[in-house]
């Protein structure tokens, strides 16, 4: 790789942290990050185990710390972007890939609306997904202006961006997953804080085996995607990395569809 093509990719001397970060889209972020120079906190949940995560991504040179961090815990927000502004003086990268797995809710096409079932799932979703990265983000903020900047990132869905029937709540968090990336990069540009959503297709993860994993569903999702295939976790981290270094800077307030062509599709 030439001189030019390392220096637009590098993150040499910066710093990220990723939430929900011990498999899946989020693992493949941190290994993105740290791979290009960035020292990258992993974080997740107590039962998902990030420091033993992190520790072995350690074991192959990468530098990344592991932290248990419950995206709902504002206190534990505050006490995490607070250890890394003492003990690095930065954030440069802030990764929003924490998330809830969802099973459809209701049947398409229902009339009848929302049940109560449903309703306090919104609740859930929308504590997970909206209202703990607003908080996150009004934290880290400050500390990346101090910085010189940073780019902020958040995990939308191709749910977001367009109608849905099956799994029409979950799409409401995640289109507002899009809407706050525009609100932050109106709001923060001026400090030089990019801000930017990422609305996946279908990829090939734990998290994607409803869909994967049926027979019948994942040949009728195929069909209806012009690759004709999935998408992997290494093509949404190569979508982060670009978000987070030099090659993005002038990118700001979008919501980009990794999706193999699905939303386009006729």
């Not at 033993?52 to 961090?69: H, I, M, P, Q, Y």
């Not at 003492?86 to 229902?110: F, K, Q, S």
């Amino acid at each position: 790789m030439s001189n030019y093509a390392q220096d637009l990719f590098s993150l040499e001397g910066k710093v990220a942290l990723v939430t929900g970060a011990t498999r899946g889209i989020g693992l493949a972020a941190v290994r993105a990050l740290a791979s290009a120079g960035a020292h990258t906190f992993l974080t997740g949940l107590e039962r998902e185990h990030p420091v033993s995560v992190a520790d072995e991504l350690s074991a192959e040179g990468l530098r990344v710390t592991g932290r248990v961090l419950d995206v709902t815990d504002a206190h534990a927000q505050a006490s995490l972007i607070a250890e890394i502004a003492r003990d690095h003086g930065r954030l440069d990268t802030l990764v929003c890939n924490a998330g809830m797995a969802i099973d459809p809710l209701g049947e398409p096409g229902n009339p009848q609306g929302a049940s109560e079932a449903e309703l306090a799932a919104l609740d859930s979703m929308f504590d997970v997904h909206v209202r703990s990265v607003v908080a996150l983000c009004a934290q880290v903020c400050p500390v990346m202006a101090d910085g010189g900047g940073g780019s902020i990132i958040i995990m939308s869905s191709l749910a977001g961006v367009r109608g849905n029937s099956a799994i029409g709540l979950y799409a409401i968090t995640k289109a507002a997953n899009a809407q706050l990336a525009r609100n932050l990069a109106v709001q923060w540009g001026q400090k030089n804080i990019r801000a930017n959503a990422i609305a996946p297709g279908v990829i090939d993860t734990e998290f994607a085996t409803p869909i994967t994993g049926s027979p019948a569903l994942a040949e009728r999702r195929r069909e209806k995607t012009p690759l004709r295939k999935f998408g992997s976790v290494d093509n949404i981290a190569g979508t982060i990395l670009y978000l987070a270094s030099n090659a993005g800077a002038f990118t700001s307030g979008e919501t980009i569809v990794v999706d193999g062509g699905t939303f386009i599709n006729d």
